[in-house]
């Protein structure tokens, strides 16, 4: 939706997801983004990174990153609704990184009746829970396409929608997982205290998502392809950590990520020219080289938190 005074996009102010305040930041980069950005295509999955990016500033008080100002929560919505799925040769790769780190949730003692993925695309990671033991897995995603690829036993329990209160009974779930989601929620806080309410006691919660202080976001800086307009906020391992216990949930363990992707996909995140990635990512696609899959930290942490059991 644009404003009818200026025909830009509808945009409003945002506030620290940890603070509460509006205003009391600096800086850190300017808008690069305008009408033209607004597609569907910029609202997928693990599109090439193109640069186009909100304001980012950082919080004054905890040094939260977030983009300020967003696009109304409506806008974002239906984009994300409209968005493609499109990564569906990388789905592999990814559910070895994802399982790598299910498995330090299971190593926690979570029980395995219950889960939940909130952005869960077409449900891969539900078809790989369930073959490790997992019943009653749900999922929730915004992308109709997403979910028109998934095998029908899968759609069938998946939710197309955005997260939020009333898609499930309360204490429904052993355990959450949000990958590569949080950077995208609008409101973080109200999310994660609606994903506390769905755990049971004792339930656990798993996330993978951005570093913002790691190695490479702080050498390539605006070129980072975690600078993005989809990352309404970006995490460090403290300002996760104080936003999960502002929610309820104890116990955090933060470590960092291994992800399992292919040449390929690694070459999507070189601070190359849109143009020249482009060119090598469809040489590659072409390439044995290309489907090679490689294991390294690429600037991720995992959380793993509890709701506690009184």
């Known amino acids: 939706m644009n404003s009818p005074e200026t025909g830009e996009p509808s945009t409003h102010a945002t506030a620290c997801a940890i603070c509460g305040t509006t205003g009391n930041a600096h800086q850190?980069?300017?808008?690069?983004?305008?009408?033209?950005?607004?597609?569907?295509?910029?609202?997928?999955?693990?599109?090439?990174?193109?640069?186009?990016h909100h304001r980012i500033v950082v919080c004054e008080t905890c040094g939260l990153l977030r983009s300020d100002p967003v696009l109304d929560t409506g806008v974002m919505s239906a984009l994300y609704a409209q968005s493609t799925f499109d990564y569906g040769e990388e789905v592999d790769a990814i559910a070895r990184t994802y399982q790598r780190y299910l498995a330090k949730l299971?190593?926690?003692?979570?029980?395995?009746?219950?889960?939940?993925?909130?952005?869960?695309?077409?449900?891969?990671f539900l078809q790989r829970a369930?073959?490790?033991?997992?019943?009653?897995?749900?999922?929730?995603?915004?992308?109709?396409?997403?979910?028109?690829?998934?095998?029908?036993?899968?759609?069938?329990?998946?939710?197309c929608d955005m997260m939020r209160p009333g898609l499930f009974p309360p204490q429904s779930f052993d355990a959450i997982c949000l990958f590569q989601v949080l950077d995208h929620i609008p409101n973080p806080r109200a999310m994660l205290e609606t994903a506390f309410?769905?755990?049971?006691?004792g339930g656990h919660i798993l996330a993978l998502n951005h570093n913002a202080r790691s190695v490479s976001a702080r050498l390539l800086r605006e070129r980072s392809p975690i600078v993005d307009i989809e990352h309404t906020y970006?995490?460090?391992?403290?300002?996760?950590?104080?936003l999960f216990e502002l929610c309820g949930f104890?116990?955090?363990?933060?470590?960092?990520?291994?992800?399992t992707y292919s040449v390929a996909y690694l070459s999507q995140l070189l601070p190359l020219r849109h143009s020249a990635k482009l060119t090598l990512l469809r040489r590659l696609r072409?390439?044995?080289?290309?489907a090679?899959?490689?294991?390294?930290?690429?600037?991720n942490i995992c959380l793993i938190a509890e709701r506690p059991s009184n």
């Open 234 to 242: 970006l995490y460090d391992p403290a300002t996760m950590r104080r």
């Open 106 to 124: 299971e190593a926690r003692g979570a029980g395995r009746h219950g889960l939940l993925e909130i952005g869960c695309g077409n449900g891969f």
């Open 197 to 201: 309410d769905l755990l049971r006691p």
């Open 292 to 299: 090679v899959q490689l294991t390294m930290p690429l600037g």
């Open 28 to 52: 850190l980069y300017p808008a690069t983004f305008g009408p033209e950005s607004l597609t569907s295509e910029i609202f997928s999955a693990r599109r090439v990174p193109d640069g186009t």
């Open 130 to 159: 369930t073959a490790r033991g997992w019943s009653e897995v749900r999922g929730v995603e915004p992308s109709d396409d997403a979910i028109a690829k998934a095998p029908p036993q899968v759609a069938e329990v998946i939710v």
């Open 250 to 259: 104890r116990g955090a363990s933060i470590s960092r990520v291994r992800n």
């Open 286 to 290: 072409h390439s044995r080289i290309g």
